[in-house]
C-alpha cells in the first residue's frame, strides 16, 4: 500500500523554525516527484514546494521562497521541508503529496494525513 | 502566476441530483488541470486528472471536461458520501495554485 506519513509539526514562537518529515513506503521513492502542500484553518489549500526525483529541481512558493528549504534523502524514503523564520501566517496543516514517475505527471496523489504547524506567541 | 477560479464557493444539493462546479484559469492550461474532493479533518483525495481523467477507483458518477481556461466537474447523481468541497488545481506551470474551493453541502 502507497502511504505517506508526515512528522515535525507542533507550537513555534514566530521567528522560530521547524522541520517537518514525509516517510514514504509502498512505492519506488526515488522515482518520484515530492511536494508539500498547506491549508490554514478554513482556508483553501496553498502548494509551498516541489522537489524533483532526483532533488536537482526545486520550486517554492513566493509566500516561502527563502524561508523554506525543501530536500529528500532517498536512500531513507523521505522528504522534508525546512521551516526558517515561521511567521503567524504559516500556521496550517502541512501536506506531502506525490507527483509523478515521470515528467508531466504532477497530479498529487496519494496525500499523507498532514501534520499541524501552529506559529504562536 | 496562473490565478484558479471557482464557482460556486457553495452548493446544497440533494442526494439523487446533478451538479456541476466550474474552474476558469486566468490564462491557458492547455488540459494541465486537475480536480480534488477534500472531507472535514481529512487530506485531498485525487477525483481528475488532466482535465477529463478519472483517477482509478474514483467512482464513474465524477467525470471532468474542459480545456484552455474553462473547466468543469460534473457528479453525475449525487450520493452521500459526496457532500464534501471540490478543488481545482492546476499543473500547467509553478506556483501549483488551487482554486478556492467549493463547498457541496445538504439541502
Known amino acids: 500500500e502507497v502511504q505517506l506519513v508526515e512528522s515535525g509539526g507542533g507550537l513555534v514562537q514566530p521567528g522560530g523554525s521547524l522541520r517537518l518529515s514525509c516517510a514514504a513506503s509502498?512505492?519506488?521513492?526515488?522515482?518520484?516527484?515530492m511536494n508539500w502542500v498547506r491549508q490554514a484553518p478554513g482556508k483553501r489549500l496553498e502548494w509551498v514546494s516541489y522537489?524533483?526525483?532526483?532533488?536537482?529541481?526545486?520550486h517554492y512558493a513566493d509566500s516561502v521562497k527563502g524561508r523554506f528549504t525543501i530536500s529528500r534523502d532517498n536512500a531513507k524514503n523521505s522528504l522534508y521541508l525546512q521551516m526558517n523564520s515561521l511567521r503567524v501566517e504559516d500556521t496550517a496543516v502541512y501536506y506531502c503529496?506525490?507527483?509523478?514517475?515521470?515528467?508531466?505527471?504532477?497530479?498529487?496523489?496519494?496525500w499523507g494525513q498532514g501534520t499541524l504547524v501552529t506559529v504562536s506567541s | 502566476d496562473i490565478q484558479m477560479t471557482q464557482s460556486p464557493s457553495s452548493v446544497s444539493a440533494s442526494v439523487g441530483d446533478r451538479v456541476t462546479i466550474t474552474c476558469r484559469a486566468s490564462?491557458?492550461?492547455?488540459?494541465?488541470l486537475a480536480w480534488y474532493q477534500q472531507k472535514p479533518g481529512k487530506a485531498p483525495n485525487l477525483l481528475i486528472y488532466a482535465a477529463s481523467s478519472l483517477q482509478s477507483g474514483v467512482p464513474s458518477r465524477f467525470s471532468g471536461s474542459g480545456s484552455g481556461t474553462d473547466f468543469t466537474l460534473t457528479i453525475s447523481s449525487l450520493q452521500p458520501e459526496d457532500f464534501a468541497t471540490y478543488y481545482c488545481?492546476?499543473?500547467?506551470?509553478?506556483?501549483?495554485?488551487f482554486g478556492g474551493g467549493t463547498k457541496v453541502e445538504i439541502k
Open positions: 488545481r492546476q499543473a500547467y506551470t509553478f506556483p501549483l495554485d
Open positions: 503529496a506525490r507527483g509523478g514517475a515521470v515528467a508531466a505527471s504532477n497530479w498529487f496523489d496519494p
Open positions: 509502498g512505492f519506488t521513492f526515488s522515482t518520484y516527484e
Open positions: 522537489m524533483s526525483s532526483s532533488g536537482s529541481n526545486k
Open positions: 490564462q491557458g492550461i492547455s488540459t494541465w
